[in-house]
Each structure stands twice: as structure tokens, then as C-alpha cells.
């Protein structure tokens, strides 16, 4: 399995705070699959794997600047944790 993290989008939104979605691509069999995913979720499901297992570090939860060069920081930082975890 190989999992990437190719890309993201900043979303604005009137009826939420703006926030970041990035697109995961998954091979698999041969197969790719897509998804996309806020950080919030990644968070969340480090939180919850820290409990049964040891895990590598995640990036940072708080990101000061909204600009690309951050928002790829974080981005590459997201890939490597899952394919630290999908080895």
C-alpha cells in the first residue's frame, strides 16, 4: 500500500471559520482511491491511535500563517506520517 498526499485546497466559508482539505491518494492492488480530509481528522484519529499504539509525531495542530509555504509544511509533514504508519 502507498499512501500521498498530492495536494490541497484552502476552503472559505460564511458560515465557518476558513480551513485547509487535503486530498489523500491511496494505492492499493493497483488501485487509487481518493479522499479528502481536514486536519481535524487526522488529529482526531491521531488521538485516538495514541492510545492503543505508539505513533510518530504529528505536525502541529496550531498554524500560525495561512500561506502555501506553511500549508506545504504541513502537507509534506501529514504524508510522512501516513506512510510512516502504512509500512
Request: hydrophobic letters at 35%.
Amino acid at each position: 500500500m502507498e499512501v500521498y498526499i498530492p495536494s490541497f485546497r484552502y476552503e472559505e466559508s460564511d458560515l465557518e471559520r476558513a480551513y485547509t482539505v487535503f486530498k489523500i491518494e491511496v494505492l492499493m492492488n493497483g488501485r487509487k482511491h481518493f479522499v479528502e480530509k481536514r486536519y481535524s481528522e487526522f488529529h482526531a484519529l491521531h488521538k485516538k491511535l495514541k492510545k492503543c499504539i505508539k505513533t510518530p509525531e504529528i505536525p502541529s495542530k496550531h498554524v500560525r500563517n495561512w500561506v502555501p509555504k506553511v500549508l506545504e509544511q504541513r502537507r509534506q509533514g501529514l504524508e510522512m506520517y501516513l506512510q510512516v504508519r502504512c509500512v
